[in-house]
């Protein structure tokens, strides 16, 4: 019903840029917090970076500077613009966002399918 799709990453060159987006669809009466994951070969799952419902970033320090994040509210898509980036930042890329669905007197978070980011020569 409520559901968050990833475009699809890519295989990018150390020092590239790459934009991720992330839509939201389905019966959504709110949306508050987005933001991105990522998860590396052999370690946990990391926050990235976060945008509020009012345009509010924040970006983790090893992105900071490289990596930036917006949304488009009439869209109901965010988007993570990377740039300069490193073969560190090679992984698997989820979108997150916390939605209240119509009808629903809560907000859930609900999390995107995962896209994959290369970074390599």
């Known amino acids: 019903q409520v559901q968050l799709v990833e475009s699809e990453g890519g295989l990018v060159q150390p020092g590239g840029s790459l934009r991720l987006s992330c839509a939201a669809s389905?019966?959504?009466?709110?949306?508050?917090?987005m933001g991105w994951y990522r998860q590396a070969p052999g370690k946990s799952r990391e926050w990235v970076a976060t945008?509020?419902?009012?345009?509010?970033?924040n970006v983790d320090d090893s992105v900071k500077g490289r990596f930036f994040i917006s949304r488009d509210n009439g869209k109901n898509t965010t988007y993570l613009q990377m740039n300069s980036l490193k073969p560190e930042d090679t992984a698997v890329y989820y979108c997150?966002?916390?939605?209240?669905?119509?009808?629903?007197?809560?907000?859930?978070?609900?999390w995107g399918q995962g896209t994959q980011v290369t970074v390599s020569s």
């Open positions: 945008v509020s419902s009012g345009g509010r970033t």
């Open positions: 389905g019966s959504i009466f709110s949306i508050y917090g």
């Open positions: 997150n966002a916390m939605i209240r669905a119509i009808a629903t007197p809560y907000e859930y978070d609900y």
